[in-house]
T-cell receptor
Framework: NAGVTQTPKFQVLKTGQSMTLQCAQD?????MYWYRQDPGMGLRLIYY???????DKGEVPNGYNVSRLNKREFSLRLESAAPSQTSVYFC???????????????FGPGTRLTVL | AQTVTQSQPEMSVQEAETVTLSCTYDTSESDYYLFWYKQPPSRQMILVIR??????QNATENRFSVNFQKAAKSFSLKISDSQLGDAAMYFC????????????FGAGTRLTVKP
């Protein structure tokens, strides 16, 4: 049981390049999330998926797209990377697909992305 | 919108001693969840403890306990018998009760443990 896994761990891009961050969970969770973490700030939600086949915008969605490939996998795509997207990206998952009193998010190890 | 404030960017504690990390939040809701997450150098976010606002009893998990003051909107984390492995960034987080997707994080407190 690996929990939440992310690939790659590190990535350096040039401005304008595209790339996809991969996330997978083996806990049979319904909901998945993408966050970014910038220095001096807490995590901010980019996109989330409450269940397979659905995605919704979070607090900072501009410049990103997501795909919920199946129940296990949730990818984050940068179509044209910008230096402002230099950050650490975290994927998370939680059991509930609908609002739940007891839901807790579990996080992956993160991807450090640098855009030059 | 809910906000979470951690006023201590850095804290330091001697091994085996006790340290308290502060967190305040702003909300107009009466029921919600509060969390403390630990982020070691490996960067992974690890859930430390969770508190439900409707419960008056403070949550505890082994050496970790919280002091939840609902009226003051304060949620501090106490680490007893600090260990070297406790050194990490600690994030306080707030989640609305019926929206799993709206979790707000504080800016974090970096805890150093001195041997």
């Amino acid at each position: 049981n690996a929990g939440v896994t992310q690939t790659p761990k590190f990535q350096v891009l040039k401005t304008g390049q595209s790339m996809t961050l991969q996330c997978a969970q083996d806990m049979n969770h319904n909901s998945m999330y993408w966050y970014r973490q910038d220095p001096g700030m807490g995590l901010r939600l980019i996109y989330y998926s409450a269940s397979e086949g659905t995605t919704d915008k979070g607090e900072v969605p501009n410049g990103y797209n997501v795909s919920r490939l199946n129940k296990r996998e949730f990818s984050l795509r940068l179509e044209s990377a910008a230096p402002s997207q230099t950050s650490v990206y975290f994927c998370a998952s939680s059991r509930a697909g609908s609002p739940s009193r007891t839901d807790t998010q579990y996080f992956g190890p993160g991807t450090r992305l640098t855009v030059l | 919108a809910q906000t979470v404030t951690q006023s201590q960017p850095e804290m330091s504690v001697q091994e085996a001693e006790t340290v308290t990390l502060s967190c305040t939040y702003d909300t107009s809701e009466s029921d919600y969840y509060l969390f403390w997450y630990k982020q070691p150098p490996s960067r992974q976010m690890i859930l430390v403890i969770r508190q439900e606002a409707y419960k008056q009893q403070n949550a505890t998990e082994n050496r970790f306990s919280v002091n939840f003051q609902k009226a003051a909107k304060s949620f501090s984390l106490k680490i007893s018998d600090s260990q070297l492995g406790d050194a990490a960034m600690y994030f306080c987080a707030y989640r609305t009760l019926y929206n799993n997707n709206d979790m707000r994080f504080g800016a974090g407190t970096r805890l150093t443990v001195k041997p």
